[in-house]
């Protein structure tokens, strides 16, 4: 049952000392939630809570790290079987956690007295509740709405969770997107300005990127503001543990390769399975970005650059790499 999920990508947690964080993933080791700090509390912060404390949202993986080596280092844990420095959370430093689905359902029950974008939020929720048939139990809402900070220039930040609901979501959205409710893609200058947001200023890529996020359907437009829907499997989908793999950072690399698998490219975590002459051993692309969702398919051969990890699994002994996309903002992953 959804609403008994323990807590992954998308939900957040808030800490004893008010910082919140947004978990990362959908496993996690046994002491302590990886999870991205979103929101610092700062008496000079732009957004204000229900129970009165400023925050100041960040959104730079570095600045946030360099943020928590300065002030909040407990928040910083050196993974052994990773072999690299995580921002995750203890246990006993999380005051709660906010659950998406909880957090539509309250919308719901608020009726008239919902702001424009919950109102909009509801909306689209319905829209697609009513095109696909999913429960509404299967679906949340995540961002700012979640943590009650959000702003004039706030989105709609959609959780599907279950592998059977989402696949069921995007396939219809991928055949019917224009014929459903008042769905918008990013075109123009909007789109452009998308581009910019997800991906910087890089010139080489350009008109590339702007034919790939013009064909993305879990983005767009609805009653005047823009979203994205994110794809979470449950976590007894994954059939896997957190300390089942041991993995070693090999560095920064660019590589060049064939994709042989898109089933889990629209999920987050994403993965696409790749064939690499250069690199045989090779095996798959991630990402825990939302960006890279929908980002290439099978059969394409494609150019990536991310951190290559040489992946152990304790359960068989296999070994094989994967390349980590989206740690660094100038990561990517273009279509040749």
């Known amino acids: 049952m959804v609403l008994n999920l323990q807590a992954v990508e998308g939900f957040f947690l808030v800490t004893d000392d008010d910082h919140i964080f947004e978990v990362k993933g959908d496993i996690h080791p046994k002491n ?3 999870a991205y700090l979103r929101y610092l509390p700062t008496q000079d912060g732009n957004r ?3 129970n009165g404390v400023r925050y100041r949202k960040i959104t730079s993986l570095k600045k946030r790290e360099d ?9 910083l844990w050196f993974d052994e079987t990773r072999g690299r420095l995580l921002q995750a959370v203890p246990l006993n430093r999380i005051a709660f956690a906010l659950n998406p689905v909880d957090c539509l359902r ?3 029950d608020m009726e008239r007295h919902s702001s424009s974008l919950q109102q909009a939020s509801l909306d689209l929720v319905q829209t697609l509740i009513d095109a696909t048939g999913i429960e509404w139990e299967a679906i949340g809402l995540t961002g700012s ?3 009650g900070l ?4 706030s989105d709609i930040d959609l959780v599907i969770y279950g592998e059977k609901s989402a696949r069921k979501v995007y396939s219809i959205l991928k055949e019917q997107f224009h014929a459903i409710g008042d769905l918008g893609w990013y075109a123009d200058e909007l789109l452009d300005k998308h581009v910019k947001f997800r991906w910087g200023e890089n010139p080489r890529w350009c008109d590339v990127l702007r034919k790939v996020e013009s064909k993305k359907v879990l983005q767009g437009l609805f ?3 823009e979203f994205f829907i994110r794809m979470v499997k449950s976590p007894d989908e994954i059939g896997y543990e957190y300390e089942d793999f041991e993995i070693h950072n090999e560095g920064t690399l660019i590589v060049k390769c064939h994709v042989t698998d898109d089933h889990d490219s629209i999920f987050t975590p994403c993965a696409y399975g790749v064939q690499c002459n250069r690199f045989g051993n090779l095996r798959r692309l991630v990402s825990y970005r939302g960006r890279f969702t929908e980002q290439v398919s099978k059969g394409m051969d494609v150019e990536a650059k991310g951190r290559l990890e040489s992946v152990a699994d ?3 002994g296999e070994e094989f790499s994967q390349l980590v996309l989206g740690e660094n903002w100038d990561d990517y992953l273009i279509p040749l």
């Open 48 to 50: 204000i809570s229900s």
């Open 67 to 75: 943020y928590l080596q300065r002030m909040h280092s407990e928040y």
């Open 223 to 225: 009653g005047g503001y």
């Open 314 to 316: 304790r359960r068989s």
């Open 32 to 34: 302590r939630l990886v």
């Open 150 to 153: 959000a702003s004039s220039e």
């Open 145 to 147: 709405q979640l943590v």
């Open 106 to 108: 309250q919308f719901r």
